[in-house]
C-alpha cells in the first residue's frame, strides 16, 4: 500500500514538473513530438484521391509546419469530427489554430497562420 502510495506521488510530481517546463520554456508535447508553442495547430481534412488535398498537404510541408492529416474516408472518426465542424461537404478542411477554411487556398492558409 505505501508503494502504490509513493508511486502516485511521484507521478504526481512529474505532471506537475511537466506542465512547468511546457509552460516556462515555450515547448509543449504534441502527438509525441516536442514542438514550440509558437507552432500552429494545424489539422487537415481529406481524401486520397484529392488532388487539392495533396496541394494543401504539400503546402503546409514546404513551410515546415506539422500538421495532422485526417482521411475522412479512412477514419470513420475524423469523418464525424469533420461533419461535427463544418456543415459543407467537401475536402480539403484545414482548422489552423482554430479556424476552419474550405477548400484550398494558400492565400487564406497563409493569413491564418499569420494571425498566431
Not at 35 to 46: A, F, G, I, K, N
Not at 111 to 116: G, H, I, S
Request: proline share 3%; aromatic share 12%; with cysteine.
Amino acid at each position: 500500500m505505501k508503494k502504490r502510495i509513493v508511486f502516485v506521488m511521484v507521478m504526481f510530481l512529474l505532471s506537475i514538473l511537466s506542465i512547468s517546463f511546457s509552460v516556462s520554456t515555450g515547448w509543449a508535447a504534441q502527438e509525441g513530438r516536442m514542438v514550440s508553442q509558437d507552432t500552429p495547430r494545424v489539422e487537415l481534412y481529406v481524401t486520397s484521391w484529392c488532388p487539392y488535398c495533396k496541394k494543401a498537404i504539400d503546402f503546409f510541408q514546404a513551410k515546415g509546419i506539422p500538421v495532422t492529416v485526417y482521411d475522412i474516408e479512412q477514419d470513420a472518426a475524423a469523418a464525424r469530427r469533420k461533419d461535427q465542424l463544418d456543415s459543407r461537404r467537401g475536402v480539403p478542411f484545414a482548422v489552423i489554430n482554430g479556424q476552419q477554411i474550405h477548400g484550398y487556398s494558400a492565400d487564406a492558409y497563409q493569413r491564418a497562420l499569420d494571425r498566431r
